[in-house]
């Protein structure tokens, strides 16, 4: 249906607004969701700019002005430089990982067989799940006496005890692993349909030519990929920026703080009732994240005009 | 884990054989990864929470001594608050996706046909919540000023606030694929804004309308951040009480009643995708690659 849809769509779009729209597409309509998103979104935002800059906490009624006493306090004792870094980390990772394992397993389970068919339900299982429960589960597998560890003894014959969380570099990477895993199947989904949109014909064609499969597969089918690459790289780098209950379960920020991303941060000192610092946090998260998002959102944009 | 599937890949349409040995390899590849990185973590949540307290004292693969499944299920049903965590639940979600669903819509409608900068600068904002985070810390200081603070109406006001951006992303692109004929035949038998808004353009949103329903369920459901910080401590959901009992001294080292909880708290989500994998499936995927 889209498809059939999609020449007018264009046609649609270009079409001189010779009409009145103000009597056939009234702005009322843009009311309520607007009043929304003023209230709980903006307003909340532009709070973050003010409420950072103050004394605000739970242990005294009045707040002050603080001016960039906030900012100078994290970044005095390091903890803004290494969250920041560590969620960056985090969520290059994230992206990098889910979208190798959504592409593998969407390769791996193209053609339409029962088996197929039953493994990408499988594969979804986790994407329904809770975040939260997702890290439980993997804290119980990587304890130093748990599963994973338990399997490795049996297949290499040797006592296997890993400390898998206990790592200040390699549990961060441990943590995106797991981020992606229960992801991965979302990924999986949206390059199924990415694949399929590609016509056999040209693949075909291609083959005629003289391509070998490889060249096939990777200069014709890959760049008709794009969209949803494009969609997944997005959507991965973001949900894992805004990450925090996997990682809160797997480890809560430890060990030593290695894990402790942005949105953990905020939750910590919320909860020892530094309201300012946590709101400084929050702003310097809005931050990055805005600058991180403008070529993200370059890139949907050229996307939407390709099609 | 992509290796081998690149390497399949490119033995397509090699000579014959080949081609027929890797097809025929191909399905102990899949049962080959699906049991490992699938089996294993949901096999350890299933037998898990069937042992008694001392065998899941330190969690294993083993298959319980005796199972005893419903009776940890029970047990949390009633120690974990389930019932009233489950209505907690319901009472945020339900009201949040409808209120997104019908207004979000509303405004992409506009938003899709109407032309100019004005329009262009607010869509920009509109859409501005899909990547920008919200401002967790501020919001709870808003909603006490606001009389909110910790009720179901300023969380479903939160949920609302942060998921519009994504239902008006979606909704937007797809109405643009609606033909104006439509409306403006609608407009020649006298239909009013609202009439062709609610009895043409809507029906025509339904496949979009569907993924967004289920992406947003997806997140309110399974979301403890934006809850901790809004209803913490006065309303129970499902993943927030999962999250203070399993912090709490109650269920230190009570690992079968934490899957348990987890198996009863995934199992509505489950057994909607079990009913409707078909429409689901075909709903994520129609949305997010047009």
Redesign the interface.
């Known amino acids: ?2 498809q059939t ?2 020449r ?2 264009t ?3 270009r ?1 001189p ?1 010779t009409i009145a ?1 103000g ?5 009322w ?2 009311v ?3 009043a ?2 003023f ?7 532009l ?2 700019f003010v ?1 950072a800059f103050t004394d ?1 906490s739970s242990f005294k009624s009045e707040i002050r002005y603080a001016g960039f006493g906030n900012f100078a306090a994290l970044l005095s004792d390091g903890t803004l430089v290494t969250a920041l870094r560590v969620t960056i980390v985090y969520a290059a990772l994230v992206a990098l990982f889910q979208n ?2 959504g ?3 969407a ?4 053609r339409d ?1 029962w ?2 068919r039953a ?15 997702v890290g ?3 804290q ?2 990587l ?1 130093p ?3 994973v560890n ?2 490795l003894s049996a297949l290499t014959g040797r006592e296997v005890d890993i400390a898998w969380l206990g790592s200040t570099t390699w549990t961060l990477v441990l943590a995106a692993a797991i981020h992606a ?1 229960k992801w991965m199947g ?1 990924s999986m ?2 390059y ?3 694949l399929k ?1 590609i016509p056999e014909d040209v693949t075909e064609a291609a ?1 005629i030519d003289g391509a ?3 060249q ?2 990777w200069s014709i089918r890959f760049p008709l990929l794009a ?2 690459v494009t ?1 997944n790289v997005a959507t991965a780098l ?1 949900g894992s ?2 990450g ?2 996997i990682v809160q ?1 797997l480890t809560g920020g430890g060990p030593a703080r290695s894990t402790e991303i942005l ?1 953990i941060f ?2 910590r000192t ?1 909860g020892q009732g530094l ?1 300012a610092q ?2 400084a946090m ?2 310097v ?2 931050l990055m ?2 600058l991180l ?1 403008f070529p ?2 370059r890139v949907l944009r050229k996307r ?1 005009e390709i ?1 | 884990m992509t290796v081998p599937a690149f390497g399949s890949a490119a033995n397509r349409g090699r000579s014959p054989v080949s081609r027929g040995l890797a097809a025929r390899l191909r399905p102990f590849a899949v049962v080959a990864l699906v049991v490992p990185v699938m089996g294993v973590p949901l096999w350890l949540v299933v037998v898990t929470a069937a042992k008694s307290q001392g065998e899941a004292l330190s969690p294993d693969l083993s298959p319980p001594s005796e199972w005893r499944l419903w009776e940890n299920l029970a047990q949390v049903w009633q120690q974990g608050e389930v019932p009233v965590a489950f209505l907690g639940s319901l009472l945020v979600v339900g009201p949040s996706v409808a209120l997104v669903l019908t207004f979000g819509s509303m405004a992409s409608w506009i938003l899709a046909r109407r032309a100019g900068r004005l329009n262009a600068v607010l869509y920009a904002l509109a859409i501005s919540g899909i990547v920008l985070p919200p401002a967790v810390v501020t919001i709870v200081l808003l909603l006490r000023q606001l009389g909110l603070a910790g009720s179901p109406a300023g969380m479903i006001g939160v949920y609302a606030g942060i998921y519009l951006s994504t239902v008006i992303f979606f909704v937007t692109g797809f109405v643009r694929t609606v033909p104006l004929s439509l409306e403006e035949a609608a407009r020649m038998d006298g239909a009013g804004p609202a009439r062709v808004f609610f009895s043409v353009i809507l029906p025509l949103l339904r496949p979009v309308l569907a993924t967004a329903t289920i992406l947003i369920c997806l997140y309110v459901w399974n979301d403890v951040f934006y809850a901790f910080f809004v209803v913490g401590g006065r309303l129970d959901t499902l993943p927030l009480n999962l999250f203070q009992v399993a912090n709490a001294g109650l269920y230190l080292n009570n690992w079968h009643l934490i899957f348990a909880y987890i198996i009863l708290m995934s199992l509505p989500l489950l057994v909607v995708f079990a009913v409707a994998q078909r429409r689901i499936i075909s709903g994520i995927t129609g949305g997010a690659v047009k």
Request: charged share 10%; proline share 6%.
């Open positions: 249906m889209q849809l999609a007018p769509m046609a649609a779009r079409a607004a729209r009597r056939t597409h009234p702005m309509f843009l309520p969701a607007f929304i998103l209230v709980f979104f903006f307003l909340p935002t709070f973050n409420y605000w190798l394992f592409f593998g397993l390769v791996l389970l193209e067989t088996l197929n493994a990408r339900l499988a594969f979804l299982v986790p994407v329904l799940m809770s975040a939260l429960a439980y589960v993997f119980a597998l304890k006496d748990g599963s338990g399997l895993w979302l989904l949206i199924l349909a990415g949109t083959r070998t499969p490889w096939a597969f969209p949803a969609f973001l920026m805004n925090f209950d379960a949105n905020i939750y919320f309201f946590a709101t929050s702003l998260l809005f994240v805005a998002a993200v959102i939407e099609l």
